[in-house]
């Protein structure tokens, strides 16, 4: 994702800020690959290096116009993108089938294949019509809280109780 933000600004996406928060395997290979890139991350670029308190994340999540989180494995809960939809955030999320057959595709137009061939497109498209976006990422919001309540989850396991 580093690199590719970094590609993608040297490319002309000029705008593009990259905010990681969390201490993942992969945080020495993150801040390499910053570092690698730096003459064209400076300033667009920040790593937390560690986990945040819960209490913290809305207001990184209000800070955020996309929510990011393009890859897992098949079977990984899509949790996180229930939170980004929840926040009316557009979502580059995985193209997994814990997320391709549980959330209705017309809230998730930017499912990246996990090979990440089609990341970079859509962080442009994004890029480009994040207006229109932002438009529709309300209505993954208004799908969220229709839907996926905790008394609508109450109501489904009760249902396949009776």
């Not at 079977?75 to 229930?82: A, E, M, V």
């Not at 976006?133 to 993954?140: D, F, L, N, R, T």
């Not at 969220?144 to 309540?149: E, I, N, R």
Request: aromatic share 10%.
């Amino acid at each position: 994702v580093v690199a590719c933000m970094a590609r993608l600004r040297r490319e002309g996406l000029d705008r593009l800020f990259l905010l990681l928060v969390g201490a993942g395997e992969d945080l020495d290979r993150v801040r390499r690959c910053a570092h690698d890139n730096a003459a064209i991350l400076d300033g667009w670029f920040q790593c937390t290096g560690r986990w945040l308190p819960l209490d913290q994340m809305p207001s990184f999540l209000a800070a955020f116009d996309v929510g990011i989180f393009p890859y897992s494995n098949p079977y990984g809960s899509p949790q996180k993108i229930y939170e980004y939809l929840a926040c009316g955030l557009p979502v580059l999320g995985p193209d997994v089938p814990a997320v391709n057959t549980q959330i209705d595709r017309r809230h998730l137009p930017f499912l990246v294949h996990q090979d990440g061939s089609n990341f970079a497109e859509h962080v442009r498209r994004i890029y480009d019509e994040l207006e229109q976006v932002k438009v529709q990422a309300m209505e993954g919001r208004r799908y969220v809280a229709d839907h996926f309540t905790w008394g609508h989850n109450l109501e489904r396991i009760l249902d396949l109780i009776r």
